[in-house]
């Protein structure tokens, strides 16, 4: 059974960075073809993708956020670790991981994490 | 950037069937994904590469991808199935999801 959760600091200062954690069982991110990624979405509105990191250690990143976000894999500790800098009120939102495995679906987001919660204040 | 273009919202009778439109260029060579997310819950993966169904994914989701547009259907709504759907496709080596549609079971 494949289970991922979000962990971090759930309220972050204007300006602070964001570390959030995702630990996840059940798939090993050393396996070709395995990806985990980072979505996030702010109170009452639409999911936005933020980035994916692949087994290969490749990473990609949302343009419009790519000089603020960080993606790294502890693949021996099965944990992926997000960072985004000088936060704002705008980042407000819930953040998820969720894994990818090609060869079951493709490059959907096939397992989700239940979300972790995030402030920054005004 | 590639943009996906979903109506906000969606109302179905009991029993009937709904369709959720996902709009973008020439959305048909790409691999559409569908997700579900119910009120205060996390997306659920309910339909992979444009008309594939998950393990435990019920028969009543299906999908299908056409020149410009992408569509979920969902047959025989039930009220459980009232939820929040988006689609996804991958662009450039990027993710891009559409803006989702509130599915209202009446």
């Known amino acids: 059974q494949i289970t991922l959760r979000e962990s971090g600091l759930t309220l972050v200062k204007p300006t602070q960075t964001l570390t959030l954690t995702c630990t996840f069982s059940?798939?090993?991110?050393?396996?070709?073809?395995?990806?985990v990624g980072w979505i996030r979405q702010p109170p009452g509105k639409a999911l936005e993708w933020l980035a994916v990191i692949y087994w290969d250690d490749d990473k990609r990143y949302s343009p419009s956020l790519r000089n603020r976000l960080t993606i790294t894999k502890d693949a021996s500790k099965n944990q992926v670790v997000l960072t985004m800098t000088n936060m704002d009120p705008v980042d407000t939102g819930t953040y998820y991981c969720?894994?990818?495995?090609?060869?079951?679906?493709?490059?959907?987001?096939?397992?989700w994490g239940q979300g972790t919660t995030v402030t920054v204040p005004s | 950037s590639y943009e996906l273009t979903q109506p906000l919202s969606v109302s179905v009778a009991l029993g009937q069937t709904a369709t959720i439109a996902c709009e973008g260029d020439?959305?048909?060579?790409?691999?559409v994904h569908w997700y579900q997310q119910r009120p205060d819950q996390a997306p659920l993966l309910v339909i992979y590469?444009?008309?594939n169904r998950p393990s435990g994914i019920p028969e009543r989701f299906s999908g299908s991808n056409s020149g410009n547009t992408a569509t979920l259907t969902i047959s025989r709504a039930q009220a459980g199935d009232e939820a929040d759907y988006y689609c996804q496709v991958w662009d450039s080596s990027i993710r891009v999801f559409g803006g989702g549609t509130k599915v209202t079971v009446l």
């Open positions: 059940g798939f090993s991110l050393n396996t070709n073809g395995v990806a």
């Open positions: 969720a894994s990818e495995h090609v060869a079951v679906a493709s490059d959907a987001f096939d397992v």
């Open positions: 020439n959305i048909e060579v790409k691999n």
């Open positions: 590469r444009d008309n």
